[in-house]
């Protein structure tokens, strides 16, 4: 079956400090991936999606990039931090070809402060 | 206007009655729709998809989809104190498997 992983679960970084989430899939092969960020009382945004190796679309235009250097890793990184990062970031997948919803990792809760 | 739009609640039900949660949306080319429940300080857990016009039943849970009116509906029967959570309709658009979310709806079911 198939699992994702995301950690760190939550992460406390100062205002200038750089970032590196890291997701992982198993039990897969070439799935779509995504990075959300939910802040506060807010809805899921968007970051970046992927559907394969170095193939990557951003949503938002920001201070965060994301990498996938592997087939079922995918990074979530920022060079400085600022305050305006906090929230709840999800990683996600979906089967290749298919249309089915997205399956979420349990998150990470990141405070900049 | 939003792409996906719900009412943020919350929405309070006795236990045992029948929750109506409501969404609508902009893009009249969406063709699959979600539901997701996340409790608080979790992440979103998908409990029901609908492709097409009408009702689809999963125990508790029924999804209703009128793409004319561009609205997606999920009813919980017999509600549990275990259901109040945060649901959030999701619609796939733009073309391409992204998924767009809503705010959500809270859920309280009430003793």
């Known amino acids: 079956s198939q699992t994702i992983h995301q950690w760190p679960a939550t992460l406390v970084q100062p205002v200038g400090s750089p970032l590196s989430l890291e997701c992982t899939v198993e039990g897969t092969s070439n799935p779509n991936l995504y990075w959300y960020r939910q802040a506060a009382g807010r809805g899921l945004q968007l970051l970046f999606y992927s559907v394969g190796i170095g193939q990557i679309s951003s949503e938002v235009p920001q201070n965060l990039s994301a990498s996938r250097p592997q087939d079922r890793q995918f990074i979530l990184s920022s060079k400085k931090l600022l305050l305006s990062d906090s929230g709840f970031y999800l990683c996600?997948?979906?089967?290749?070809?298919?249309?089915?919803?997205?399956?979420f990792g349990s998150g990470t809760r990141l405070t900049v402060v | 206007q939003k792409e996906v739009e719900q009412n943020s609640g919350p929405l309070s039900v006795p236990e045992g009655a029948i929750a109506s949660l409501n969404c609508t949306y902009s893009?009249?080319?969406?063709?699959?729709f979600f539901w997701y429940r996340q409790y608080s300080g979790k992440s979103p857990e998908l409990i029901m998809s609908?492709?097409?016009?009408g009702d689809k039943e999963d125990g508790r849970f029924t999804a209703q989809l009128n793409k004319a009116s561009q609205y997606v509906s999920l009813l919980i029967r017999d509600s549990q104190p275990s259901d109040s959570a945060t649901y959030l309709c999701a619609v796939m658009t733009g073309g391409g498997n992204k998924l767009t979310f809503g705010t959500g709806t809270q859920l309280k079911v009430e003793l």
């Open positions: 893009d009249r080319g969406s063709q699959s």
């Open positions: 996600a997948w979906t089967p290749e070809t298919e249309t089915y919803g997205y399956t």
């Open positions: 609908i492709y097409s016009n």
